[in-house]
């Protein structure tokens, strides 16, 4: 009786070590998938036949996708547009500003923006993802992407059509070395809109609701006939799938600009530091989307010597874009 009260404890004892065991694999295991999607994939990992789920939280630059039985939350590469209310007011100064329009205006574009892509997302659609973390404030981690409707790239549309700005994550393109090419094709849709006033350049005009009237070559993605993209599986929720990367993808060309924003053109010296606005602060070598705000930010100066005073700009950095300014 004893002997098999002893075999008793020890299968009891095995039993729960070896449940154990397999949680912690199926933990270990959770935990791998989730620091690879954070960390990204080298290769564009490529999810076909992508719906827009309805959400609150949903804007012109960043929403919920569905992939299946997957529910995804992607944010655009190289775009943003404005915010959609006011629980971010700070960053609707800044955009605000950007733009030359109040801060109610600034939502209504977001609004605007945030209907663009409701329509733009209401026929299925094909998303290119490293699957790279953009943070957020969502229970769902959120990832940059580029999205391609039957229109082409989604971004371009927005910015085209006045309801973005060239801003945001840089990324090369799926079929690009560089994001240069794309940065320089969105600044070129960026003066047109500007110069149509439709969108946010044209809010003061009540423009805001005009879509631009000629024709543009969005940018497309192409797979390698031989290695289709394939729609990622359904899986439960919080589980990422594996998707097969695409071989071979292509981009269509840029279109051709005038090289009127190429910065190793900019002439030295010209450049105002109290009044240029961030466009032209980003002409200049060396300086990106955030260290402009940052030169923004720290208004008024003195003289462009006040450099050297604005948050991430060292001494080498401040010799290599003083020159540029007056």
């Not at 790239?153 to 006045?162: K, S």
């Amino acid at each position: 009786m004893r002997q098999g009260g002893r075999l008793i404890l020890r299968f009891s004892i095995f039993s729960r070590v070896g449940v154990s065991a397999l949680i912690a694999v199926a933990i270990l295991g959770a935990s791998a998938v989730h620091v690879a999607a954070r960390n990204g994939s080298k290769d564009w990992v490529v999810l076909e036949n992508c719906r827009l789920i309805t959400n609150p939280a949903n804007d012109g630059d960043s929403f919920h996708v569905s992939v299946g039985a997957k529910e995804y939350l992607f944010r655009l590469y190289l775009v943003d547009a404005p915010e959609t209310d006011g629980r971010n007011p700070g960053r609707l100064i800044e955009q605000g500003k950007y733009f030359g329009i109040t801060v109610p205006q600034a939502i209504e574009v977001g609004q605007a923006a945030k209907e663009f892509i409701q329509e733009k997302l209401s026929q299925p659609f094909t998303v290119f993802t490293h699957m790279s973390d953009a943070m957020g404030q969502s229970r769902l981690e959120r990832f940059y992407a580029f999205v391609e409707t039957k229109e082409g790239d989604l971004g371009e549309q927005l910015v085209r059509n006045g309801l973005a700005r060239s801003y945001g994550f840089k990324a090369a393109p799926p079929g690009v070395t560089s994001s240069r090419l794309e940065i320089e094709k969105l600044q070129q849709f960026e003066d047109e809109a500007k110069r149509e006033k439709i969108g946010a350049w044209g809010a003061n005009a009540e423009r805001l609701n005009t879509h631009a009237q000629t024709p543009s070559a969005f940018s497309t993605f192409v797979a390698d006939e031989k290695t289709q993209p394939r729609s990622a599986p359904a899986v439960s929720h919080g589980v990422l799938p594996v998707a097969k990367p695409a071989a071979s993808i292509t981009r269509s060309r840029p279109v051709e600009t005038t090289g009127s924003h190429a910065k190793e053109k900019i002439p030295l010296g010209n450049i105002d530091i109290n009044t240029a606005t961030e466009k032209e602060l980003t002409t200049v070598p060396g300086i990106g989307h955030v260290m402009a705000a940052h030169i923004i930010a720290a208004r008024p100066f003195r003289s462009a010597d006040d450099l050297k005073r604005v948050s991430g700009i060292g001494g080498k950095k401040y010799a290599q874009i003083r020159p540029y300014f007056q």
